[in-house]
């Protein structure tokens, strides 16, 4: 019987524990329909030594949530996995570049379009109000390259106090009020193709879209222009990707703009997936050849 490898957090991290094994249930049920056995085992597991993986006939890294708090276990895990040659996807190389955000500055460099960013290797006061005044934004968002689920990242207003301000590698960003009013749109790939589209919106007074939060979720119809800009992302990736969610946000003019190209543990909600995830488990069919 074939048999697949789903990676999932450390288990000595409780952040995850309620929600992880409804999305694992989910996501072996899907795959199942293929006639894979699902074996989940928690990615930390496998950092120096991959050969707990090698009878796998695919291994998926989707609930490797976590990652983002012990990112150099994370990238000495992908270097291991990468030498060892495994069936991984979304391939190793691309788990270990997608980890950190300032991949967006290269998507930016081949004509994606995202925010206006300014990176740094550590947030400053100084680097706060020059974004501010660059910008002209009445509020900024500062958060972690790496990070996830809006850890540690921060909403600003003009001569607000920097505590709590991320460690280390952070972008900084103008916020983007349409987070409130329309929220994000995820567009989901599986294979190349497009499946479903999932609308998020923060509960009012917040910003943060995630579930933890109180997010408000629902599948939606993405409009043209939403669909383009996905497209040209993933072109622009250029890499085999078995699945990719796409985050997109209109901006202070009303244009899609690129917030994330998620590849390594999005939650695909396929509890909005009108075809109940047959798109996901179709592409991993092709992917085993069947």
């Known amino acids: ?8 957090p450390d288990p000595s991290d409780r952040s995850y524990i309620g929600r992880w094994p409804e999305v694992l249930a989910r996501l072996k049920a899907t795959l199942e329909t293929t006639g894979a056995r699902v074996v989940a085992t928690p990615w930390t597991d496998h950092v120096e030594d991959a050969s707990g993986l090698a009878d796998h006939d695919l ?8 990652y983002h708090r012990d990112h150099d276990r994370w990238l000495a895990g992908c270097e291991t996995w990468a030498r060892a040659g495994l069936p991984m ?7 270990r570049w997608n980890s950190d955000k300032a991949y967006l500055a290269r998507l930016a460099d081949k ?4 925010p206006p960013t300014r990176w740094t ?7 706060v109000d020059a974004a501010f005044a660059e910008t002209g934004a009445p509020v900024l968002i500062v958060k972690p390259t790496v990070s996830a689920g809006a850890f540690r990242t921060l909403r ?4 607000e106090a920097l505590t709590e301000a991320p460690e280390g590698a952070a972008m900084i960003q103008p916020y983007l009020k349409s987070i409130e009013t329309e929220g994000e749109t995820s567009l989901l790939f599986f294979g190349g193709r497009f499946s479903h589209a999932v609308n998020k919106r923060p509960v009012p007074g917040d910003f943060r879209i995630q579930m933890q939060f109180g997010g408000l979720y629902r599948t939606v119809t993405p409009d043209a222009e939403a669909m383009a800009l996905a497209q040209q992302v993933l072109a622009a990736i250029d890499e085999p990707l078995l699945y990719a969610r796409i985050d997109l946000a209109r901006d202070e003019a009303g244009r899609w703009v690129l917030m994330e190209a998620e590849l390594i543990e999005p939650d695909f909600y396929l509890d ?14 092709r992917r085993l050849g069947g």
């Not at 004509?111 to 995202?114: A, D, K, N, T």
């Not at 600003?156 to 001569?159: E, R, V």
């Not at 909005?272 to 069919?285: E, I, L, R, Y």
């Open 1 to 8: 019987m074939t048999q697949i490898a789903a990676l999932t």
């Open 59 to 66: 291994i998926l890294p989707v609930i490797a949530w976590g």
């Open 89 to 95: 996807d979304n391939p190793a190389e691309v788990l």
């Open 111 to 114: 004509g994606v379009p995202i």
């Open 121 to 127: 290797d550590g947030v400053t006061r100084d680097q």
């Open 156 to 159: 600003l207003s003009p001569g």
């Open 272 to 285: 909005h997936d009108p075809a109940n995830g047959a798109g996901f488990a179709a592409a991993v069919g």
